[in-house]
């Protein structure tokens, strides 16, 4: 997984993103409001108050949920999974304060009709379904093509020019 990281990084920086643009998510503001006090009085961050703040499924449809800005959090995570496995739920609860923190620094530089503002639960489960339902749609894209391609992973029907465009190092050696 090191590299995936790596890779996704990687993208994230030759496409500006990492920096131009706000890696944003959005927290239940009452538990935000809840882990900070937690932190505060140096009381326990359990992995059920990190749940409720990252994950809207338990919580009211009409619960507000504020942006957060990830750029903030102190590392890159694919997930809130990933996070809570790295640092624990004190230091995932830590990671979204920071996060919150910063989006409420930076937010005033972006134009107001591209900023962030906060939603319901059952908006941003909305917002989740359909990255969900466009994610599935990039995959069954992906799959169309890889099915055009032959089995080496060549057009197929190209048999002429065979081996023209592999790197050297996939050219099959030949000892005489």
């Known amino acids: 997984m090191p590299e995936e990281q790596k890779a ?8 500006g993103s990492a920096d131009d643009e706000g ?3 959005y ?5 935000l409001d809840t882990v900070r006090e937690k932190l505060k ?16 499924e338990g919580l009211a449809d009409t619960e507000l949920m504020v ?11 694919e997930d809130v999974e990933q996070m809570v496995e790295k640092l624990g739920p004190k230091g995932a609860a830590e990671a979204f304060v920071k996060a919150a923190d910063h989006f409420e620094k930076t ?13 319901t639960a059952t908006e941003w489960k909305a917002v989740l379904e359909e990255e969900d339902d466009m994610e599935g749609e990039e995959e ?9 391609l032959g ?6 029907g190209g048999e002429e020019d065979k081996g023209a465009d592999e790197p050297a190092a996939k050219k099959a050696k030949t000892t005489e």
Not at 67 to 77: H, I, T
Not at 140 to 147: I, Q, V
């Open 151 to 156: 089995e080496d992973g060549e057009e197929e």
């Open 23 to 25: 890696d944003y998510f």
């Open 41 to 56: 009085k140096g009381e326990e961050v359990t992995q059920a108050d990190v749940e409720v703040l990252a994950f809207p």
């Open 67 to 77: 942006p957060v800005d990830m750029r903030g959090a102190g590392g890159d995570f």
């Open 27 to 31: 927290v239940c503001k009452k538990a």
């Open 107 to 119: 937010k005033d530089s972006l134009p107001e009709d591209e900023r962030p503002k906060p939603m």
């Open 140 to 148: 069954e894209l992906l799959e169309g093509e890889e099915e055009e």
């Open 8 to 15: 996704a990084e990687a993208e994230a920086a030759a496409n």
